[in-house]
């Protein structure tokens, strides 16, 4: 089975900051990778789905990019509203593995 | 509007069973790939099952497998996790999740979530 690896686990950033985000694959798998943002006590949601594809309704400063094994999801001026636990997705097969989560903190 | 509500969480006893519900609307719920998807208390999101829209393709974790069983019922737009032979472990918020129409693309809606405790 794929095991995806996140980093960092935790996260402190500033609001404008760039933020950046890595989930490694533990093979080379195809770009069928999702990225969700989870709020406490909140289902999560969908931001990202092939790589690199924004879900219609996320904000555009969310994008993803990545192939192969290694892959991003980059917020470009972060925002207080982006608080929360970031999960990677791995969809290309079953099981659909999740990475174990970046929790991202505003300062 | 999309909606998934699940139902049946609660209390049970390692060993003992519960049947989550998830009752969706407001699409075609015959054409999409259903997950159910769990997350154990401070824990990361693990997934557990999946379902074809017509329901003749069924995948679990490891984790799970031999004793829950994921189920549809296409009539009533119902979806089901029926969860056998429990242990502590299983403890945990249990969402239901549609796939988009490509089901590679993600889970673009999920449900409220139901919490399944498990507990002598």
């Known amino acids: 089975d794929i095991q995806l690896t996140q980093s960092p686990s935790f996260l402190s950033a500033s609001v404008g900051d760039r933020v950046t985000i890595s989930c490694r694959a533990s093979?080379?798998?195809?770009?069928?990778l999702a990225w969700y943002q989870q709020k406490p006590g909140k289902a999560p949601k969908l931001l990202i789905y092939?790589?690199?594809t924004l879900e219609s309704g996320a904000p555009s400063r969310f994008s993803g990019s990545g192939s192969g094994t290694e892959f991003t999801l980059t917020i470009s001026s972060l925002q207080p509203e982006d608080f929360g636990t970031y999960y990677c997705q791995y969809l290309n097969n079953y099981p659909l593995t999740f990475g174990q989560g970046t929790r991202l903190e505003i300062k | 509007e999309v909606q998934l509500l699940e139902s049946g969480g609660g209390l049970v006893q390692p060993g003992g069973s519960l049947r989550l519900s998830c009752a969706a609307s407001?699409?075609?719920?015959?054409?999409?790939?259903m997950s159910w998807v769990r997350q154990a208390p401070g824990k990361g999101l693990e997934w557990v099952s999946a379902?074809?829209?017509?329901?003749?393709?069924?995948y679990y974790a490891d984790s799970v497998k031999g004793r829950f069983t994921i189920s549809r019922d296409n009539s009533k737009n119902t979806l089901y996790l029926q969860m056998n032979s429990l242990r502590v472990e299983d403890k945990a918020v249990y969402y239901c999740?549609?796939?988009?129409?490509?089901?590679?693309?993600?889970?673009?809606?999920w449900g409220q979530g139901t919490l399944v405790t498990v507990s002598s």
């Open positions: 407001g699409f075609t719920f015959s054409s999409y790939v």
């Open positions: 379902i074809s829209g017509g329901g003749g393709s069924i």
């Open positions: 092939a790589a690199s």
């Open positions: 999740a549609k796939h988009k129409i490509s089901w590679r693309d993600g889970m673009d809606y």
């Open positions: 093979q080379v798998i195809t770009s069928y």
